[in-house]
């Protein structure tokens, strides 16, 4: 069956760095979301991705679909604490999250 | 517009009761989900809804958890008997239709179950 891998598991950074984390599938996917919860919270849905080799932006966040459909990668630009959280990619057609990067941001 | 509303936020209960948590979706969407999250398991999916009937409910781990969705605006997880394992937060989560559309969660219940 499908697989969906998220690396790195655990990401620490200083305030300022960049930050990026991915989403792997064994196979190819028909879309791709991304969602962000903060500590204590609840999943809050970022972004979704469709075409091939796509790329969105939103501020400081860049999301980006493979060529190939089976990989994506959100990115962040000099990290902020208020990016701290997990980060999960969830494939559209099933409803399997991924199991996330959490990202601690030191000030 | 009010998000997913979940109720109650916090359950501590113990072993052997019967759990209810609810759920109502935001009005106008027609899929409503059940996620559990736990450290070491993630956020599995346990049963969704498309138009108040159940679709998929492989992820519900056995037979003392069953889901109900009566109506578009209602739907409830049911516990019986609960057990300690069972401790995790419980989400609901609802989308305009299935497949590739974007999911809001509401704020989760956090079950505790001694």
């Known amino acids: 069956g499908q697989q969906v891998m998220q690396i790195p598991q655990y990401q620490h950074v200083q305030e300022g760095e960049d930050f990026t984390t991915y989403c792997n599938s064994s196979?190819?996917?028909?879309?791709i979301q991304w969602y962000k919860q903060r500590p204590g919270g609840h999943p809050v849905f970022l972004i979704q991705?469709?075409?091939?080799?796509e790329v969105k932006k939103q501020k400081r966040l860049t999301f980006q679909f493979g060529e190939a459909k089976k990989n994506s990668s959100l990115h962040i630009t000099a990290t902020q604490t208020t990016d701290v959280g997990t980060y999960f990619c969830?494939?559209?057609?099933?409803?399997?999250f991924g199991p996330g990067t959490r990202l601690s941001v030191l000030p | 517009d009010a998000g997913v509303i979940q109720s109650p936020r916090h359950e501590v209960t113990e072993m052997g009761q019967e759990v209810t948590l609810r759920c109502k979706p935001i009005?106008?969407?027609?899929?409503l989900f059940w996620y559990r999250q736990t450290m070491m398991r993630g956020l599995e999916l346990l049963i969704y809804?498309?138009?108040?009937?159940?679709?998929?409910d492989s992820g519900m781990p056995e037979d003392r958890f069953s889901a109900k969705m009566p109506n578009a605006s209602f739907s409830t997880l049911k516990i019986q008997p609960s057990e300690p394992r069972d401790s995790a937060v419980y989400f609901c989560?609802?989308?305009?239709?299935?497949?590739?559309?974007?999911?809001?969660f509401g704020p989760g219940t956090r079950l505790t179950v001694t």
């Open positions: 009005s106008g969407h027609n899929s």
């Open positions: 809804f498309n138009n108040n009937v159940p679709i998929d």
């Open positions: 969830r494939y559209g057609q099933n409803f399997v």
């Open positions: 989560a609802s989308s305009r239709g299935t497949g590739g559309y974007e999911q809001y």
């Open positions: 991705l469709v075409k091939s080799g």
């Open positions: 196979t190819t996917l028909s879309n």
